[in-house]
Each structure stands twice: as C-alpha cells, then as structure tokens.
C-alpha cells in the first residue's frame, strides 16, 4: 500500500529539475549531520513556524516524500530542516507565510489525502512547468516571483524537501544507497579493448 500511496503522490513529480536550493551548501542537512541517524523526533518548538503552520509542512513533506520501505520526508527530519532554513531567510519567510495563509484559506488542514493531492497537484503541474522552462535552454530557473504565490510556495517546500531528504542519512543512505567516500585497495582495471 505505502508504495501505491508513492507512486500516487505524483506531486514529487521530476523532484531533482525542482531543486533549486536558494541558499549556501553549507545549510544542507547532510552537512551537520554526516552519517549520524535522523532524529528520532521533531523539536518541541519550531525556530520559525508556529506550531500549527509546522503541521502543515509537515503534512506537505509527507505528502512529497511519503514513508515507503525506506523512511520519508517526516521520519528523515525534513519539517525541522525545513523550518531550520526557512528560519535564516526572511525573503523564505515572508513566501512561506503568505503561502501557508493560502492553504489556510482552501482548508488544506481540514481536507482528507486526497483532497490535498487534488489542492497541490495543479501547484505541482505550474513547478514543473517551469522546470522545463529551464531544461528548454534558459540559462536559469524562471523566478519564483513570476509564478503565482501558490505555485511558487509550493516550489520552495517541494524543493527544501528534496534537498533536506536527499542530503539527510535516511535519503542519501537508506533511499539512494550511496555507500559513502571508501578507499580503494586498488583501482579495477580497465576490460575493453583500445
């Protein structure tokens, strides 16, 4: 079931052509945390968020990156990533508040699953358009600003959920199965013909 329940969530859509991760490598989830175990709980208190607003990025993360046979976006520490992040940048800030007051407004939190995935896949749908945008030749990302603000908050905790699960041991490790930096004994030669 948890696997048709990924498959279904077409939300994640072409998750790596979402990244476009705003701000500096060293903020990466995996950075601080290296091959250390997520957290086995989210904090108390959101440095940002408050504390209903961190339900909902929370639901979104799940909805994103949903728990298969590999842990999800929840379970891996996403929504603290997520508010770690959102909390050092005020233009991040000021989206996400806007963008959270617009899910208030549809009734994001009151709807069932499915109903949720009808709300954000036409949001998912505008992301990804502008992804082929780049893909098209552009030499960047067309601006969250050009796209409508639903649309562009969803890019963002789209794309901060991509970053923090993928850089994050449970998505890097667990997920992807990068085996980490090894030492060779020695190289493997080479069994084609020149």
Known sequence: MKHERRETLKIIGAISSTCAFPFSADELYAQHQHATPPPAQLPAKPAFFTPQEFAVITRLADLIIPETNTPGA??????????????????????????????EKQGFSKMDEAAQIRLLTPLSNQVDEASRWVRNDHPRPRPAAKLPLPAAFFRTIKSLTADGYYTSQSGLVQDLKYPGNSVLAEFPTCVHEH
Request: aromatic residues 10%; proline residues 3%.
């Open 74 to 103: 929840v379970r891996a520490g996403v929504p603290a990533y997520i508010d770690y992040v959102v909390s050092r940048n005020a233009e991040a800030q000021k989206l996400c508040r806007e963008g959270l007051a617009w899910l």
